[in-house]
């Protein structure tokens, strides 16, 4: 089996506010001006730009931070599509006035993951009645936007804007609305390809459709557990590739192929790939041998004997095969684990 994985990137796009500070720098004061106001991350005052794929969810971190020497009051947080993409609204916005967010489209549901108490309610989008805020103090949540496996594939602007004080305009000396920005990337549903983000509090297994999935045609699933550093990842199942002549036969009829941001040779990919077997095939699980290739062209056969089973959570080029039965359906699973990432066959 081969199997070969690289890195899908995501960045995050600045979003300040007018008056606000952003990556511990604060920008120019208007004239009179005593309110300043960040939203974004703890760290880095962005939402984030992601590339998922629909069934799947991202989780981020949202922060209101007061950073003035005054007291806001009726301070209202609320999250969703931007629905003014071509104007930048976000640091520095004194030109115009930051417009709330729209709904989400059909099938994104947006939430505060349970942390906002009985402050924030969500839904297409997510509203946080945070009321007053005092100087210097802050409001933090973890926001969750889900998707359904029949949401439609779109480019989604995504926006979280924060009005403070009674007015909730800019007409005044004071600066009241303020935004973020970011987007989100939605791919269409497949049960041969999957992208995901996973955040440190989220699961780091990523699969696609497993063989018994009604969905699933091309008999054959792949599962990655990403280490606990990385979070981005395109996995596929169904990549067109000759069976490499060194194996003679292969199980499967294609690839599968791994795409992990930002992974590096220390790092160590553990590959569940599951075969769906012809009724009556006869495989010698021992003579099993995993072909792996590597983003630099190296390519590791990786023998599946007793002795090669993996004994640690870091070890490489180890792996064991098993015939498994799943609701009546026989299954060829290989568990192995490589050095960064790649492509593989069995």
């Not at 990137?9 to 208007?30: D, F, N």
């Not at 269409?188 to 780091?204: L, P, W």
């Not at 063989?211 to 981005?232: F, H, K, M, N």
Request: charged share 15%; glycine share 8%; aromatic share 2%.
């Amino acid at each position: 089996m081969h199997r070969r994985s690289r890195t899908s990137r995501w960045l995050a796009l600045s979003a300040g506010l007018a008056i606000l500070t952003l990556s511990g720098s604060m920008a120019t004061a208007l004239a009179g001006n005593t309110r300043t106001v960040t939203v974004g991350s703890p760290t880095d005052g962005q939402l984030p730009s992601v590339t998922v794929s629909a069934g799947e969810s991202i989780i981020f971190p949202v922060k209101v931070t007061n950073t003035g020497r005054q007291t806001l009051n009726n301070v209202l947080l609320v999250v969703g599509k931007d629905g003014l993409p071509l104007v930048d609204e976000k640091d520095p916005q004194t030109a115009v006035v930051p417009q709330a967010p729209i709904d989400l489209p059909a099938n994104v549901t947006i939430s505060d993951s349970g942390t906002g108490g009985d402050l924030c309610t969500g839904g297409a989008t997510l509203r946080c009645q945070i009321g007053t805020l005092g100087a210097r103090s802050s409001f933090a949540i973890t926001v969750t936007i889900s998707s359904t496996r029949a949401a439609a594939a779109a480019v989604i602007p995504t926006k979280a804007v924060v009005t403070v004080a009674e007015i909730g305009n800019d007409n005044g000396s004071n600066v009241d609305t303020f935004a973020a920005e970011g987007s989100l990337n939605l791919l269409a549903f497949s049960c041969d390809s999957i992208s995901a983000f996973r955040t440190n509090n989220q699961s780091k297994v990523v699969s696609t459709c497993a063989v018994t999935d009604p969905l699933e045609t091309s008999g054959q699933s792949a599962i990655i557990t990403l280490p606990s550093r990385l979070s981005a990842i395109g996995l596929s199942d169904n990549v067109t590739q000759a069976c490499p002549a060194v194996l003679g036969t292969c199980y499967g009829n294609a690839a599968v192929e791994a795409k992990i941001d930002a992974d590096t040779t220390s790092d160590t990919i553990a590959w569940v790939i599951d075969v769906k077997l012809a009724p009556g095939a006869n495989v010698n699980v021992l003579k099993v041998v995993v072909y792996h290739e590597d983003d630099a062209g190296t390519v590791t056969l990786i023998a599946l004997t007793k002795k090669n089973a993996c004994k640690t959570a870091t070890q490489t080029n180890c792996g064991v095969a098993q015939i498994v039965d799943v609701d009546g359906t026989s299954i060829l699973r290989v568990t192995f684990q490589t050095a960064g990432n790649g492509k593989a066959r069995v």
